[in-house]
């Protein structure tokens, strides 16, 4: 069974940064694309970010492209996501799952099951 845990979430002002984990147990965490998602109160989940098991070939939304960085430590069996110029947008609470891949990309697509999520709150 594939279990992730997400941590690194709390409280930042606007212009700030984060670093939210998200560690595998159970299994490699390199067999499978990872990606990171959000649901902000009200509002329905949406995909962040992926990274591709194949070759770490990566997918940004356009709200966060050139903002965040997603990468994986195999050596860990954890992937990042390194948010910097954090908006009051990005308020949300993160979750990292397994995704589908087509042809060895990633996609936005979850499969398997969510973690507990971390709290991303970006205030002054």
């Known amino acids: 069974q594939l279990q992730l845990a997400e941590s690194g979430g709390g409280l930042v002002q606007p212009g700030g940064s984060l670093k939210l984990s998200c560690a595998a147990s159970?299994?490699?965490?390199?067999?499978?694309?990872i990606g990171w998602f959000r649901q902000a109160p009200g509002k329905e989940r949406e995909g962040v970010s992926c990274?591709?098991?194949?070759?770490?070939?990566?997918y940004y939304a356009d709200s966060v492209k050139g903002r965040f960085i997603i990468s994986r430590d195999n050596a860990k069996n954890t992937v990042y996501l390194q948010m910097s110029n954090l908006k009051p947008e990005d308020t949300a609470v993160y979750y990292c799952?397994?995704?589908?891949?087509?042809?060895?990309?990633?996609?936005?697509?979850?499969?398997?099951?969510w973690g507990q999520g971390t709290q991303v709150t970006v205030s002054s």
């Open positions: 990274i591709s098991s194949h070759d770490g070939t990566t």
């Open positions: 159970g299994f490699t965490l390199n067999s499978y694309g």
């Open positions: 799952a397994a995704v589908a891949e087509v042809q060895a990309m990633c996609t936005i697509s979850p499969v398997g099951n």
